[in-house]
């Protein structure tokens, strides 16, 4: 079963800076979800990629497959990016049929 | 809004009652899937259904009792529960879990208190 880390669990941050979060994973997917997490416990999907990188706004996500790593980029970050972010790979090598494994996430904070 | 939508958003219930969890999608999609989102843990997948057919139990305690009648609706049923499952319950589907690369839409989850 694939094991997700992510890094930093905690991150504070100036208004505008850059910031990064980091997600390795164990077993060799196809596909890897970034998710967003507000108060309150809605979770939106970011992000779903299986190569290169994607860009949506402000926000950027990278994957090397043969490293089994991914990062989300925040760039000109404002106190509303202030979430948990959450990286999701499939449990198994395959597909996303027998469900996600999740990161426990990085609780961002984003100072005026 | 992602087009899951779950009911109740807040549940406060007591260790002898029963109570359910209702999930609803009309997205099209043929996957739903329970996860629990306990304090300082990471989610955890509890059940998967695909065409309604359960294909996942990932050792979940038999006083949580998925359903799903129909490929837009699941239920998780819940009876004798303890406060340690007090957690955010969370539904999602897919469209197609034969397919890679499917993503996952989220509901906002249920905030389970069990007293």
């Not at chain 1, 790593?69 to 449990?91: F, G, M, N």
Request: include cysteine.
């Amino acid at each position: 079963k694939n094991e997700v880390e992510q890094s930093p669990q905690n991150l504070t941050a100036q208004e505008g800076e850059f910031i990064t979060i980091n997600c390795s994973y164990s077993v060799g997917i196809s596909a890897l979800h970034w998710l967003q997490q507000h108060p309150g416990g809605g979770i939106v999907s970011l992000f779903m990629l299986s190569s290169g990188k994607k860009k949506h706004g402000r926000l950027i996500a990278t994957i090397n497959i043969q490293e089994k790593h991914s990062s989300l980029h925040i760039t000109a970050s404002h106190p509303r990016d202030s979430a948990v972010y959450i990286c999701a790979a499939p449990a198994y090598s395959g597909g996303g049929a027998d469900g996600l494994t999740f990161g426990k996430g990085t609780h961002l904070i984003i100072q005026p | 809004e992602t087009g899951v939508t779950q009911t109740p958003r807040h549940l406060v219930m007591g260790m002898t009652n029963k109570k359910s969890l209702k999930c609803e999608q009309h997205l099209g999609h043929n996957a739903m899937y329970w996860y629990k989102q306990s304090a300082k843990k990471p989610l955890e997948l509890m059940f998967v259904y695909n065409f309604k057919e359960q294909t996942e139990n990932n050792s979940v305690p038999s006083r949580f009792s998925p359903e799903c009648p129909n490929s837009s609706h699941l239920f998780l049923h819940l009876h004798t529960l303890q406060p340690e499952d007090s957690a955010l319950y969370l539904c999602a589907s897919s469209q197609d879990p034969r397919v890679v690369n499917t993503e996952a839409f989220f509901g906002q989850g249920t905030r389970l208190t069990v007293v």
